[in-house]
């Protein structure tokens, strides 16, 4: 599916490069700019001692579009965690396929 109005998404890659001293995985991180349609989702706050702000948007982009657990989203100016596994929708009947569904995530305070 193309978007005729589409929004330029900033496809933030990441792929394991190695471990630091403390064994934790060090990650190199390449972007690519996609179009894509953005969703602005939903957001919740709560305030335990602290504002926290929970942000769930979901990106559509373009079917086939490589995207990962581990990679991130730059859109609208700011950055978006994937939540989860992306969806690449596939219509069992036709073979249309509309694109690749990935929800997002971002906590803030």
């Known amino acids: 599916m193309t978007f005729p109005f589409a929004q330029t ?5 990441r ?3 190695g471990t ?6 060090v990650y190199t991180e390449s972007t690519t700019d996609v179009p894509g349609a953005f969703n602005p989702g939903t957001s919740a706050e709560l ?3 602290q504002d926290v702000v929970t942000t769930q948007p979901t990106v559509f982009l373009p079917p ?3 995207v990962s657990a581990i990679d991130a989203v730059d859109v609208a100016g700011q950055r978006f965690e994937v939540d989860g596994d992306p969806k690449d929708w596939r219509n069992p009947f036709t ?6 569904e990935v ?4 906590v803030t305070g």
């Open 64 to 66: 086939g579009t490589d």
């Open 103 to 106: 929800k997002l995530r971002r």
């Open 9 to 13: 998404v900033t496809l933030v890659k």
């Open 20 to 25: 630091d001293a403390l064994g934790n995985d």
């Open 95 to 100: 073979g249309w396929t509309p694109g690749v």
């Open 15 to 17: 792929v394991k490069s």
């Open 47 to 49: 305030v335990q001692g």
